[in-house]
């Protein structure tokens, strides 16, 4: 991989022959483009975070899966179908809790399964579908803004939202679904200031969010994500948007740990909570949020913020990446179909693509 740098806010692009991704473990410090030619080197963008966020991994992992592609050296249809599926489960074990991303390398296979084209041709295809992928994300996000700020109240006319992670234009195609809304609402000059809990131990939220949000001047408070329910009892907040990692049937909702205490929070200062999600976020496969493992981060995380050790040593920790939230405290979902309520959700099951 090589470094080379640039000017603008889309996390995923495809140049020429290559990828660039914005490096979102440097930011908000160093703004760098990571240059990445090879499938190999997209796998460990993933797992080290040089990319992250549902729809931005899903887009780099269509790109990862072509990459790999491109160098499958045969013309026998049979093998490269095997290597081109081995290749795609190996991007869907980096991040097996991002829909996205599964939906994303699963739609790439299919779109070349049972074609009888010749290879060079299925390998054409594959690239045409990830750059379909990305234009559709960014119309997506588009229709989620748009919807998400119909759903939003009508009262203050000035809105303040909070925001938890980054669900933005470093996670999708450039433009965001929770930050999207958010985004619309400060276009259609509803202003939406955010407040935009740090969200630890990664710190999506005070690294990412609010950088994003300084590049369109949007007004943007970073407070601690403890402060939260203290905010909303202050009357500070008008609506709490968030993004999903993956959403269940019924509406119960996996997202970045804390997302759970911000619903219970807002419930009880009877707020309302918006989950701003693809549609293909939502895993009609699945009941319930109660099946749902949630994946652990590396016990270091937590005591750590930089270089800075934050517990003595030998204490042991505890650092679940997602919690899941129960759809009874989801005011609605919002799709690029519409903000429903989660009861709901089961009518737009024939629309998964």
Same mark, same amino acid.
């Given at each position: 991989m090589t470094e080379t740098l640039e000017t603008h806010v889309f996390?995923? &692009?495809?140049q020429d022959d290559h990828v660039l991704l914005i490096d979102q473990t440097k930011l908000p410090q160093q703004y760098s483009v990571v240059s990445i030619t090879r499938s190999e080197d997209i796998l460990t963008a993933i797992q080290t975070r040089i990319v992250r966020g549902g729809p931005?991994?899903? +887009?780099?992992?269509?790109?990862g899966l072509y990459l790999g592609a491109r160098v499958i050296d045969t013309e026998e249809h049979?093998?490269?179908l095997e290597r081109l599926e081995a290749i795609a489960e190996q991007l869907k074990a980096t991040r097996p809790d991002k829909a996205n991303l599964m939906w994303s390398v699963d739609h790439m296979v299919e779109q070349v399964r049972h074609s009888s084209d010749s290879v060079s041709a299925l390998k054409a295809r594959l690239l045409e579908t990830a750059q379909k992928i990305q #234009?559709?994300?960014w119309e997506i996000c588009v229709a989620i803004g748009q919807h998400g700020l119909a759903a939003l109240p009508t009262?203050?006319?000035q809105l303040t939202l909070y925001t938890h992670c980054n669900h933005g234009a470093l996670a999708t195609s450039g433009f965001g679904t929770s930050l999207g809304v958010v985004r619309?609402?400060? #276009?259609? #000059? &509803? &202003?939406?200031?955010?407040i935009a809990g740090e969200t630890r131990p990664w710190l999506q939220g005070s690294r990412l969010t609010a950088w994003e949000c300084l590049q369109e001047q949007i007004p943007a408070t970073v407070i601690t994500d403890s402060m939260a329910a203290h905010c909303m009892q202050q009357g500070m907040v008008d609506a709490v948007v968030v993004g999903a990692d993956r959403i269940a049937a019924n509406g119960d909702t996996v997202n970045k740990i804390g997302t759970y205490g911000l619903a219970l929070a807002a419930?009880?200062?009877? +707020?309302?909570? +918006?989950v701003a999600a693809p549609l293909s976020t939502v895993d009609f496969s699945l009941p319930d949020g109660t099946q749902v493992e949630i994946a652990q981060g590396n016990e270091t995380d937590v005591c750590r913020l930089g270089d800075t050790v934050t517990c003595p040593a030998g204490v042991k920790t505890n650092n679940p990446l997602s919690d899941v939230t129960p759809a009874d405290l989801v005011t609605a979902i919002v799709t690029e179909r519409g903000a429903i309520v989660p009861s709901e959700l089961a009518t737009l099951?024939?629309?998964q693509k």
């Open positions: 996390p995923v &692009r495809w931005a991994l899903g +887009l780099a992992a269509a790109y049979t093998a490269f #234009q559709k994300d009262e203050p006319a619309t609402a400060w #276009q259609e #000059q &509803r &202003r939406a200031q955010v419930k009880a200062h009877n +707020l309302p909570f +918006l099951a024939s629309h």
